[in-house]
């Protein structure tokens, strides 16, 4: 593939259209929302039996998220080695896809009262949402020069957030009027709406998946490959190991992600116990949530062309601090909405810099890009476990959602204080020296 080819680089940012209205109709919007209810409702309370457990409905949700994360931070750094030893990005980011839009189809069949099954097809579908984009990520230094890295990565955001905002308008029609639709009642049509993201998924996934081109290294897939996927592994963290700068940034995205991550994830929930926020004002709100996200990712790749990563960064892990810090005394709806629109901005702006910030710090010659994208993946889908854990634990100690919300501004002081010490710039003028210097790899 050449770099900057237009339709490439469009192909993909194509596959975060096709995979974001996973992350916002069934993990953030209308899923949470939709198991609450119909948990409580079968149960009689909040209260529920799981595998001849009983544990309240929100601590069960929150740790089989994390438990889903943790399943890829243990796959990801062997599959990616793979990956990278047979050249099949592709191939690993299409089984995730599949794997994740089907169990979100499987979401249709769960009514509240089998929540195993519930929570098992929840998992699946996270963690074919998260293997997929360690492969999607890694495509990005191969398909963009380093000074469009922040442009490119945040279309990809950009074309996410609009695609699932135009499936959860639909949504949210059918919703609010389910007999138009044909449907009986507005949970069968919510239901119908997972059906709809799986197929979406699908369908548009195979736009990237035609552009997009793995590079075949000739090796063969036999029992040897899997002790080469883990020696690649470790030849890359040797590198990583050896790069002060790129160290450092992943102790910081590290840290800060348990707090973004955690927060995105958990803050429906987190409206509808605390500040009740019922089903059609938590669409509302993400709607508008997400159309602040492309202001952000947009807004932030400015700021960053001009001031650079780390000061952008830094700004807004600010924000960030005061989100969390507004969370534990909102009372009141239309505070949430005042707070949920600053997250929507600061949300489309911290994950798209990150991204390509990591992207510059990676040799533009490596041709094991999944193996270097995977230490990010493990860093960010490990920083969901532990802070989601976190979060579940110390709601389920206190009873109060509000001191986990509390608890998280830890990790982005803590974040905000490593990225401070970390000399980005200087590191990515090396790398950029260094692909000048190799010949052949020059921007035009």
């Known amino acids: 593939m050449q770099k900057n080819d237009p339709k490439v680089i469009n192909a993909w940012a194509s596959y975060d259209w096709a995979n974001s209205v996973y992350n916002l109709i069934v993990t953030t919007a209308i899923f949470p929302v939709y198991y609450g209810t119909v948990t409580e409702k079968a149960f009689g309370g909040e209260v529920v039996p799981f595998f001849g457990f009983q544990i309240v409905n929100s601590v069960l949700f929150t740790y089989a998220i994390s438990f889903s994360f943790l399943i890829i931070v243990l796959l990801s750094p062997i599959l990616s080695g793979v990956a990278d030893y047979l050249g099949a990005k592709k191939k690993f980011m299409q089984f995730f896809t599949y794997l994740g839009a089907s169990a979100c189809i499987g979401l249709y069949f769960f009514v509240g009262e089998n929540i195993e099954y519930g929570i098992i097809c929840s998992i699946l579908a996270s963690v074919g949402y998260a293997g997929s984009l360690v492969f999607y990520n890694g495509f990005l230094p191969e398909i963009a020069y380093p000074k469009d890295m922040d442009k490119i990565s945040a279309k990809g955001f950009t074309f996410g957030y609009i695609g699932s905002v135009i499936l959860l308008i639909f949504n949210l029609a059918i919703y609010m009027f389910p007999t138009t639709f044909g449907f009986s009642d507005a949970g069968t049509a919510t239901r119908f709406g997972f059906l709809l993201v799986g197929f979406w998924w699908l369908g548009f996934a195979q736009i990237a998946f035609y552009y997009l081109k793995d590079r075949p290294t000739g090796n063969v897939l036999n029992g040897q490959a899997l002790g080469r996927g883990i020696r690649e592994l470790k030849k890359v963290a040797s590198r990583i190991n050896q790069r002060p700068a790129m160290k450092s940034f992943l102790l910081s995205f590290f840290m800060y992600s348990m707090g973004v991550l955690t927060v995105m994830l958990l803050a429906p929930l987190f409206a509808k116990k605390e500040v009740n926020i019922d089903s059609t004002e938590m669409i509302i709100v993400v709607l ?151 010949g052949g790899l020059a921007r035009p």
């Open 288 to 438: 508008i949530l997400q159309i602040l996200a492309i202001v952000g990712a947009y807004f932030f790749s400015f700021i960053s062309a001009h001031k650079g990563s780390k000061f952008t960064i830094g700004s807004i892990l600010v924000l960030w601090v005061g989100i969390c810090i507004a969370c534990y005394f909102l009372q009141v709806k239309i505070g949430f909405y005042i707070v949920a629109g600053i997250l929507g901005f600061g949300m489309g702006g911290v994950q798209s810099i990150s991204r390509s910030t990591y992207a510059r710090l990676i040799p533009q010659s490596a041709v094991d890009t999944a193996s270097y994208f995977s230490f990010f993946d493990i860093t960010e889908k490990l920083a969901i476990v532990i802070g989601t854990f976190a979060y579940a634990l110390i709601e389920q100690l206190t009873g109060s959602m509000r001191n986990s919300m509390l608890f998280m501004t830890l990790f982005f002081i803590i974040g905000f204080a490593i990225l401070m010490s970390t000399k980005l710039k200087e590191e990515m003028d090396k790398v950029e020296a260094d692909n000048d210097a190799e």
